[in-house]
Protein backbone atom coordinates (compact mmCIF):
# COMPACT_ATOMS: atom_id res chain seq x y z
CA UNK A 1 0.00 0.00 0.00
CA UNK A 2 1.60 3.24 -0.71
CA UNK A 3 -0.46 6.27 0.64
CA UNK A 4 1.15 9.91 0.52
CA UNK A 5 -0.06 12.79 2.68
CA UNK A 6 0.10 16.38 2.17
CA UNK A 7 2.36 17.16 4.96
CA UNK A 8 4.97 14.73 4.37
CA UNK A 9 5.73 16.63 0.83
CA UNK A 10 7.06 19.61 3.55
CA UNK A 11 8.93 17.03 5.65
CA UNK A 12 11.15 16.06 2.68
CA UNK A 13 12.06 19.83 2.29
CA UNK A 14 13.15 20.26 6.05
CA UNK A 15 14.65 17.18 6.00
CA UNK A 16 16.90 18.65 3.39
CA UNK A 17 16.98 21.87 5.07
CA UNK A 18 18.44 20.37 8.15
CA UNK A 19 20.58 18.20 6.39
CA UNK A 20 22.08 21.44 4.32
CA UNK A 21 22.34 23.02 8.25
CA UNK A 22 24.13 19.85 9.43
CA UNK A 23 26.49 20.02 6.82
CA UNK A 24 27.09 24.14 6.40
CA UNK A 25 26.79 24.78 10.12
CA UNK A 26 26.79 22.57 11.97
CA UNK A 27 29.85 20.43 11.96
CA UNK A 28 32.53 20.52 13.20
CA UNK A 29 30.17 21.42 16.44
CA UNK A 30 32.64 23.86 17.94
CA UNK A 31 31.08 26.51 19.68
CA UNK A 32 32.52 28.32 22.34
CA UNK A 33 28.76 29.21 23.64
CA UNK A 34 24.69 28.62 22.88
CA UNK A 35 24.77 32.50 21.73
CA UNK A 36 27.56 31.85 19.15
CA UNK A 37 25.82 28.87 17.86
CA UNK A 38 22.75 31.36 17.39
CA UNK A 39 24.40 33.76 15.75
CA UNK A 40 25.92 31.10 13.38
CA UNK A 41 22.60 29.89 12.52
CA UNK A 42 20.86 33.22 12.13
CA UNK A 43 23.73 34.17 9.94
CA UNK A 44 23.41 31.01 7.79
CA UNK A 45 20.15 31.52 7.39
CA UNK A 46 20.13 35.04 6.01
CA UNK A 47 22.81 33.99 3.71
CA UNK A 48 20.87 31.48 2.18
CA UNK A 49 17.64 33.16 2.06
CA UNK A 50 19.27 34.98 -0.42
CA UNK A 51 21.30 32.34 -2.30
CA UNK A 52 18.97 29.32 -2.18
CA UNK A 53 16.63 28.08 -4.69
CA UNK A 54 13.89 25.36 -5.54
CA UNK A 55 14.92 21.87 -5.03
CA UNK A 56 14.87 20.17 -8.43
CA UNK A 57 12.53 16.94 -7.73
CA UNK A 58 13.87 13.95 -9.68
CA UNK A 59 10.67 11.44 -8.88
CA UNK A 60 7.59 12.59 -11.38
CA UNK A 61 4.39 11.07 -11.81
CA UNK A 62 5.57 8.92 -14.02
CA UNK A 63 7.90 7.31 -12.10
CA UNK A 64 5.28 6.79 -9.29
CA UNK A 65 3.15 5.20 -11.88
CA UNK A 66 5.41 2.73 -13.12
CA UNK A 67 5.96 1.58 -9.16
CA UNK A 68 2.09 1.22 -8.94
CA UNK A 69 2.23 -0.64 -12.08
CA UNK A 70 4.41 -3.53 -11.08
CA UNK A 71 2.38 -3.77 -7.80
CA UNK A 72 -0.22 -6.98 -7.70
CA UNK A 73 -3.70 -5.68 -8.44
CA UNK A 74 -5.38 -5.83 -5.19
CA UNK A 75 -2.42 -3.69 -3.65
CA UNK A 76 -3.11 -1.06 -6.17
CA UNK A 77 -7.31 -1.49 -5.49
CA UNK A 78 -5.95 -0.12 -1.09
CA UNK A 79 -3.97 2.38 -2.35
CA UNK A 80 -6.59 4.14 -4.19
Known amino acids: MVLFSCWSLWLNQIEIYFSIVQRKVL ?11 K ?9 YESIAKPFEWKFTRKNLSRILDQLPQNHQRQAA
Open 27 to 37: TPNEFPTLAAL
Open 39 to 47: TNLFDFQSH
